[in-house]
């Protein structure tokens, strides 16, 4: 369905811990879509991810404890970890996984992450109570994210309009859900082989879901959407720069917790379908490499 924004982007609510659609068939239509809006809890307080994002890559300042990180790389931190700035395209990010939030984020945003963490699982299980999947298989599904083992990531992007260069490439996120916090246009979405953006909406985060999901759901009864998108080349025309984060929950990287990525077959059960770091290390490699994709 279309409107005259673009496509129809479905919306929920989280009630009682479960995820509230304004159309009944909201659900079904967003896991085909695999992007939808859900509002973000009354309680929320995003300023100080707001703030990161706007501060984060400038130079360090005493008294201002947001800026000064571009120093936090992945030798410091580990692979895939930190900030990264790429003469590809114009975003130049910030990674941390969960077991770094409260030893290097400011606290507010390391008390915002961790809201952002519960608030994508209520989500991930949502989602799950939907499928023809056991409940007792979910946690080993999702590579230990239900019980607390998963890799829950906030990623900060600052699109640099000096750049001259793609946003953001074309690419699919490679795990279960993410949610965004963006403010302005330009994030476009490959739905039908056309590309519609999805625009931010006032008091809602987006939500989409990635590879791992996907390659789940592929054969069950319900296979849910990973789907491909990109931001388009930014310029500020005056105003301020563009910026965007987002909490990604993936699988667990050790593999004592989970020896990867399955598939559910009905009647079979959990098939490993490969592991999950060789899968992570190509999508990110694709990603952000100038002439291709990432894509699997």
Not at 222 to 231: E, G, L
Not at 268 to 273: C, E, N, Q, S
Request: glycine share 10%; charged share 25%; net charge negative.
């Amino acid at each position: 369905m279309h409107h005259r924004n673009g496509w129809d982007w479905q919306r929920a609510q989280v009630r009682d811990g479960r995820l509230d659609f304004r159309e009944p068939d909201g659900l079904d239509r967003a896991l085909r879509d695999g992007f939808f809006f859900v509002d973000q809890p009354p309680d929320t307080d995003l300023t100080g991810g707001d703030r990161f994002a706007r501060s984060f890559y400038l130079p360090a300042d005493s008294g201002d404890p947001y800026r000064g990180f571009r120093g936090w790389d992945e030798q410091r931190l580990g692979k895939h970890q930190g900030y990264f700035g790429r003469d590809e395209d114009q975003t130049e990010q910030f990674f941390l996984s969960s077991a770094h939030w409260k030893d290097v984020y400011p606290p507010e945003v390391a008390d915002q992450a961790a809201r952002m963490r519960d608030f994508a699982l209520v989500v991930l299980r949502s989602v799950l109570a939907r499928l023809d999947l056991p409940e007792s298989q979910w946690d080993t599904a999702t590579g230990g994210c239900l019980s607390g083992r998963g890799t829950y990531t906030l990623t900060f992007n600052h699109f640099r309009p000096q750049v001259r260069a793609r946003g953001l490439n074309v690419h699919k996120d490679s795990g279960w859900v993410t949610v965004l916090r963006s403010t302005e246009p330009g994030l476009e979405v490959l739905r039908d082989g056309e590309w519609h953006p999805i625009n931010p909406t006032p008091g809602a985060f987006i939500v989409n879901f990635g590879c791992a999901m996907e390659i789940l759901t592929a054969q069950s009864a319900t296979p849910v959407s990973a789907v491909a998108h990109r931001v388009g080349e930014q310029n500020s025309r005056g105003g301020p720069d563009r910026f965007s984060y987002a909490l990604f929950v993936d699988s667990s990287l050790d593999g004592e917790v989970s020896p990867g990525m399955f598939r559910y077959e009905p009647g079979r059960g959990l098939v490993l379908a490969g592991r999950f770091d060789e899968f992570l290390d190509r999508i990110l490699g694709n990603t952000y490499r100038k002439d291709t994709t990432g894509l699997y």
